[in-house]
Structure formats: C-alpha cells, structure tokens
C-alpha cells in the first residue's frame, strides 16, 4: 500500500516531554507528516515546539489539518488510562469524512466506536486500533531465551525516558554497521513507526510475557541482533507489572538502562513527591536480580535522555553517568551513539561464542 | 439471594493440586457443593480424591449431577490459558435448560457464547463470568499505602501453593480472636468463596496495579487488617507481572511467603527443568527488595503447603523452614496456624504505633 501521509492530533497536550506518540511519530517519519492539530499552539512550527521537526505546521482546526492533503489521522498523545476526550470524535468523524484512515493507539478502541465504525464503512476507510492485541496469544514458556540472536531490551528509571527512541537510533547505528539488527515494537508509538508489534500494556495480565515472547520469536528471524523496546520501570507503582512481564518474557541477554537527567521523581507523582528516583546502581541491581530469576542478564550501558539540558551540561550528565556505574553512558539522540552501539557488538559477539561453545 | 448449591464441574483434571478451583469451593463451601463432574473417577467420593470433602459424589454426566439438584453449574479447573474446552458446551447448555445458573473463571467469558447467552435469556437463568473485569480501573496511584489497617499480602515460590487458602484460614482465625479481618480476593476462585474481587490476572495489563488498589481500598473499610490473595511468583515466567502489579498496586506493610514445600521447580516449567526454586530467603530477599522499592515491606511469615507428606515430615518441613528463614513457620491448613496469626497480630500492634507515631 501507498504509505500514509499523517495529520497528527496532539490538541491540549502538544510538548517536547507528554505527547510522545507525536513526537516520536515526527522523529522517526518526517516524510510521511503533514502537520499537527493543536488549538493552544496553532501558527506556531513543530520546531517552535519541539526543536526539531522544521517547517511542519501545527493548525488550530480540523479543517485546516485536513487541508495539508493527510491521507491519515494519527492520534499523537496518549493520555493517562489511555482514553480519548469525548470532544475529537466530531474531529474524527470529518477526518473519515473526508477519506482519511483512522491510526490510534488508545486504549479505549476507535473502531469500537458505533459513529466511526459506521463512517469508516461508509467511507471505505479503516481504523487502525494498535493497542487491540492479538487473540491468540500464550503464556510465556521461556522460548525467548532459545533464539540465537543477541537479545537487548531498554529498561528505565521511569515511563518515557527514551526506551523506543534509544533502540530506534541504535537499530539503524547497528544495521549501518552490518550487524543485521531488527527493532521490537512493544507499544503503539513503536508500531506506529515499524508497522508491527504488539502494545503489551494492552494485553490481559496474564498474556504479559507471552506477548513479549511471541514478538522475540518473531523479531529473532534473519537477524543478529534484537533490540526490544522496553515499557515502564521496576518500581512505577502503575506500571511496574508490564516492565516485568516483558523482562521476563523476551529473557534479554543484555539490558540498556535509560533515564532522563533532570528527572527526580517517578513521572505521574511527582505531586506527591513520593517516589524518589534511586541512584542508577540501584537500578541495575534490581534489573540484573529480578531479570536474572528467570534468564541471566546484565547492564551493559547507560542511555541519557538530556533534551532538556544545554550542550555542556549533558556531556557531564553522559560522563557521570559513566562514571558512576562503569558502563558506556551517552544520549544516543543528542550526541555520538558508538559508545552503546560499540557495546551491543561486543556483547553480540561474547553471545555467539557461547552459542557455539 | 439463596445461597447457590453448586454442581462443579472438573472433567479430566480432578486431583489434590491441579483442579485449584474447585478443591477450594470444596474446602471453604462444603455446604454449598453437591458433587464433581469428573468421568474419569465417576463412582469415586471426593474424599477418596482429595483427601477431604467426605462422601460428596463424583459423577460421570451432566445429567446425573444435574439429579443432584444444583442451582449453579461452576467450573472447577482453570486450564493453562484459561479457555474452555469445546465438548463443555452442551453440558452448560444442558444446565441451563434445566435451569442452573453458570459460574466460571475462565478467561473466555461464557457469556460471550452466542449459544450459551440466549440459553441463559429464554431460561432466565444468569452467566457469572467472575474474570471479567470493571469498565473502570484506575492507573494505580499510591492510594493503597494510605489506608489504616495494616495490610498483607501473601507472596509464593510458584503459582497454586496455597496463598489464598493461607489467607482464607488466617482471615478466619484471626477474626475469631477478635481482629476484624477483612479477606481481599484476586482471582476467580477467591471471588467465588468471598463473593466480591477482581480478577486482576484478567485486566488489561495497564491496570493490575490500578485493580489492586481499588480493592485494598474497599477491603480497608471497617477492618483492622486486610488480607490480600496474592497470585503468581516473582520468578515466575509466565505470570510474574501479575505479581508484581498486585504487589505495587497493595503496597502492603507485611508479607506471607508461601511455598509447597517438596516442589523443586516453577509449576509449568517443569518437563525442561529450567527454574529451580532457589531457597526461601532468595524469595524473601527479591520480595523486600522490589516490594520496597515502591512501599516498605517485610516478610513475617512463611506458610507451607505440606498436602503430599506425613504428618512427621511436614512437621519438619515447617522446622526447618523456620530455621532456615528465623521466621514462624507453619502450615496453616495442617496444623495449627496461630504462628502466623501471632506474627499477624503482633505486627498490626506496631504497624498501629507507627500510624498514631
């Protein structure tokens, strides 16, 4: 099919840190947007907003987005519980009007919908839910830790860090290099980008590692290594359940820990300042511990998120990082990503030395 | 509403440690059980079986357990996965024209059935689907680490080792001693003993935590201490992210680990041998540290499933358990379990100086 050329809906919520979908979206596809719809930052350019994304458009209505020529509309903010505000569905209703697809990665499925299904139908137009999981899927029996490629997965100090975005660059660093490298999407943002996946924050419980499993089986074809994209933290007190089922159900050979240099507070309760980020070493502990209970693993690098911090300040953020934990530390988005990349290819080959001793 | 009188079917699966469910109704509602559909041991009683239930029969038809005189037809044996086997249906259909209603807990909603649904309208009978989870659970937020009583959770070496039934029994002791203590149900069959739960290995995986928290907040009502089923393992690799979602989401003061005490190796896994169950204060160690990670927690007892051995050795079993971990130790369904109702009491009176500290 004709690739899709995207307006992306980010209204009420359009920043460099809470519309991840959108911004990753634009990161990792400029080609295929078009613009983005946000009534509060309407006139303004993506790069006003973001600092990156150049000339793109951010209109104020419906109208205008769809005056840019989109063949699709792509919610771009994933807000808490995933549940979309009652007020797009008119949007949404003129975009398939208007011959658009539908892409969504809520949790509440467009296509559920008994007004957008029926426009769709009328229109001939789709909607893509990317949360809605696959029906078929097992509990985890531990064949990910059977695949021959080396198996890397981001882990974080907290959710939207930069677990997708480091394994997106350091995918094409790796393939650039030779080293056949294939990306895992486990949730929309990453389906969105690499066309398959499965969100496993939108499976039952129970199917958590499952799902994880499935997609390393799958991910480990023709390939040498598989980056998969992690969800969550350890101890995120909403989402700690998701981090472990996918840790232990991909059983990674290798971990990437990633972390925002400014942040403090685990993300949505900072308010209460209640749960207070632990020192990296911390971190590691518990995901080489809790990881290895099931498939040993280690930390073999450090991936900075400093969007947020001048050019002097994040090369001393990368240095005491590394210095602090011994590992390879970088921003693999701001600054030069061999670091991380030189040490995936060195744990790859340790990998294939024990799978052929 | 009559109390139900149940005909529970465990066709295939009937035995100490496979057929959880239904041996659990059993233990807990003996008056409210009329018999077992299981055509292998037709003819059988299910003490002859289990060990207990007395002279409860075992039949080998639906139409001679429906002779019994059941108001509800309840599946007594979850498989791996949770779906109904297909030759089930025209045994369900056949209860509910003779007027039964259904309980299940499987993941397939018997509800959902076309067949099933519309015997169920025409017979005015009702499908009690006990996984199916509220519309509405919230990313869980901390709210749990706020209540009054002091709060248990139970934690295991492996799946179906005896934590809801150490709780049922504890529940049981400690309120007779005066210490209102107030159940909390997480999966299917604690929900069908107690009336009341949420299945949190069948929410979205977004929201194990978020389902945790709401029912640590209902169960805090009017009671002193709350006892939470746990489910799964930390270790386990099909379903430990259930398990540290209901641990995060509860934050509970104080942990039970329980554990069978001749299992070798994680439940599934088995045949390959692949996971051995490390030593109990491996447990304890990975359950303070992650469960802290979020909220303080320690582990004050460890309650034994000791159903497969002489009464000699599980008295040593639990001796040794207890050397082992300098923690009481017992099997609170074999022998007495005030040690674990000490250690219960004992720890709400400093978990209530601590509050009004």
Redesign the interface.
């Known amino acids: 099919m004709t690739p899709p050329r995207f307006l992306i809906v980010a209204d009420g919520d359009f920043s460099p840190m809470t519309s991840k979908t959108a911004n990753s979206v634009i990161r990792f596809l400029p080609d295929r947007t078009v613009g983005v719809l946000d009534r509060a930052q309407a006139g303004e350019t993506v790069q006003d907003v973001l600092g990156f994304g150049g000339a793109l458009p951010i209109v104020g209505s419906m109208r205008e987005g769809l005056a840019l020529g989109p063949t699709a509309v792509l919610i771009g903010i994933a807000p ?3 549940r979309m505000p009652q007020e797009w569905r008119a949007w949404l209703a003129e975009a398939l009007d208007h011959g658009c697809d539908l892409w969504s990665g809520l ?1 509440t499925f467009l296509g559920d919908d008994p007004l957008l299904a029926e426009k769709a139908r009328a229109n001939g137009r789709k909607i893509f839910d990317l949360r809605r999981p696959p029906a078929d899927l ?5 064949l990910a830790k059977t695949v021959d490629p080396l198996v890397v997965l981001t882990v974080g100090t907290d959710c939207n860090v930069g677990k997708m975005t480091a394994q997106l660059q350091l995918t094409r660093k790796l393939n650039e290099r030779g080293v056949r490298t294939r990306f895992v999407a486990t949730g929309q943002t990453g389906i969105m980008i690499e066309g398959w996946g499965i969100a ?7 199917f ?3 799902a994880a499993e499935r997609l390393v089986l799958e991910g480990a074809k023709d390939a040498d290594v598989v980056l998969v994209e992690g969800q969550g933290s ?13 840790l ?2 991909s059983c990674p050979d290798a971990l990437i820990l990633c972390h925002q240099a400014t942040r403090e507070y685990i993300g ?2 900072r308010q ?1 300042a ?2 207070r980020i ?1 020192p990296l070493a911390e971190y590691i502990r ?1 995901y080489e ?2 990881g290895s ?2 498939h040993p693993t280690k930390v073999i690098g450090i991936s900075l998120n400093t969007y947020d911090m001048g050019d002097a300040e994040a090369r001393r953020a990368c240095e005491a990082a590394g210095r602090e934990t011994g590992l390879p530390a970088t921003d693999p988005v701001r600054f030069d990503p061999a670091p991380l990349v030189d040490a995936i290819a060195s744990e790859r080959t340790r990998h294939q030395g024990r799978r052929s001793a």
Do not use: F
């Not at 097992?138 to 531990?142: E, F, L, N, Y």
């Not at 496993?200 to 129970?206: E, G, I, L, S, T």
């Open positions: 808490q519980g995933g949790h097992p509990i985890a029996s531990g496993v924050d939108a499976v039952v419980a129970d958590i590692a499952g350890i101890n995120h007190p909403g989402y700690s359940g998701v981090t472990l089922g996918l232990h159900g949505d309760y209460a209640w749960l632990p518990l511990m809790i209970a099931v």
